[in-house]
């Protein structure tokens, strides 16, 4: 089979020739259809973000997908071969202890256990077939109708789905989603939406980019601009809430300063909900005495739970939610350097697919 194989962080990339992997006791081999690549996947791959952890040898980037089933190893009862199935790069040790390890397959790991359990899942999905526990796998059945290409943008949406379910977002609740002109801000818009939130008020700075979310959302979606300034916009906010809003959703990417995030927090009602799901360059100064007299409820969140893509296509099923505003832009796997740029560039709307087969 072709893939991709990374020496190192910042070291060479190269599509090389591999056998087949065999499958061993706990997973699945996935013949690979699909994937989506990360925003961040050249500076990744060039080892240009510290944080990162990648297995002390060389191995297949990439951790998401939509495949078929190829082979099962033992222990594995319920995924067969022949099965559809969606990818989660998100891997949780399914030991029955009370925090079980957790590292992203294909892409880092922090932390011991995590990186224990990285070299023993070393490789991902940037390939024809992929080795995977089969806890990474979710059967994706009855949608013959979508294909692999559009099935893998929903890795855009089941990143913020994690923070809107951990937010206990409900239906007929007033969502605020700041850092909305994001990739996967645009998505937890969308999402609010087909989780029944009865107004979404998307919060950004880019006034057209935020119009073009509100044309694609429909009327429940209302855009604000920020300015900057915490009170006006807070105020603007609660406004276009009708009032006070029950969960604000925060995806801001590497924000230099914490004006947008605490405006969405001053938007919120008495016991409102603030999750956390971005990244900020800058420390977010919260007062203590705001919060307790307030009841609010600030929330950090990495990731998702492992039923979250189950029940995502379950929104896809029941027609909740349509794919059809994220585009996939495709690519053949043998483009990945194309690709990956393609990606870094890549508009909210916009999501950069490799096709695996030839
Ligand atoms: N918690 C998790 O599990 C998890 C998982 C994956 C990713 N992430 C994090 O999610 C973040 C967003 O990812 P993405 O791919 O959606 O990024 P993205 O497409 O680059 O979007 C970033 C968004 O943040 C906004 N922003 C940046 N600085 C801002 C500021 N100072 N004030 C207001 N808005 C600001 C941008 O607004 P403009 O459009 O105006 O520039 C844009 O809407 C990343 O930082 C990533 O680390 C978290």
């Not at 591999?18 to 699909?34: C, E, F, L, T």
């Not at 222990?75 to 891997?91: A, E, M």
Request: proline share 7%; hydrophobic share 45%.
């Amino acid at each position: 089979m072709q893939a991709w194989q990374l020496e190192k962080l910042g070291g060479d990339l190269r599509l090389i020739d591999r056998p087949i992997p065999q499958a061993r006791p706990g997973s699945v081999v996935v013949r690979m259809d699909a994937s989506a690549l990360m925003s961040y996947m050249q500076p990744y791959v060039e080892g240009r973000l510290p944080i990162y952890h990648a297995p002390d040898q060389p191995f297949i980037p990439g951790g998401n997908g939509v495949g078929v089933v190829h082979a099962v190893g033992a222990d594995v009862w319920h995924l067969k071969p022949g099965q559809r199935v969606l990818i989660s790069s998100y891997v949780v040790a399914q030991e029955n202890v009370d925090e079980p390890g957790r590292f992203l397959l294909g892409i880092t790991a922090a932390g011991p256990v995590a990186e224990e359990m990285q070299a023993d899942w070393p490789d991902g999905t940037l390939a024809e077939y992929a080795l995977l526990p089969a806890t990474a796998v979710t059967p994706a059945e009855g949608l013959p109708e979508i294909s692999a290409a559009d099935l893998a943008t929903l890795m855009r949406y089941v990143v913020p789905y994690g923070g809107l379910l951990r937010g206990r977002l409900a239906a007929g609740e007033t969502l605020v989603v700041s850092g909305a002109t994001g990739a996967y801000g645009t998505a937890a818009v969308l999402l609010g939406l087909a989780m029944g939130a009865a107004r979404v008020v998307a919060i950004g700075r880019n006034a057209k980019t935020l119009q073009a979310i509100a044309v694609a959302g429909g009327p429940r979606v209302t855009p604000v601009a920020v300015t900057g300034d915490i009170a006006t916009d807070a105020a603007r906010i609660r406004a276009a809430a009708g009032g006070g809003a029950h969960l604000a959703f925060d995806m801001v990417g590497g924000a230099t300063d914490p004006n947008m995030t605490l405006a969405a927090l001053r938007s919120l009602r008495h016991e409102g909900r603030l999750v956390l799901m971005g990244s900020m360059t800058v420390p977010l100064p919260i007062s203590y005495l705001e919060l307790m007299l307030n009841g609010w409820e600030v929330i950090g969140n990495f990731m998702y739970p492992r039923q979250a893509y189950g029940r995502l296509l379950d929104l896809v099923r029941s027609g909740q939610l349509d794919l059809g505003p994220i585009r996939p832009r495709t690519l053949p796997l043998s483009e990945l350097p194309q690709a990956m740029a393609l990606a870094g560039k890549a508009g909210n709307f916009e999501c950069v697919v490799m096709l695996h087969q030839r």
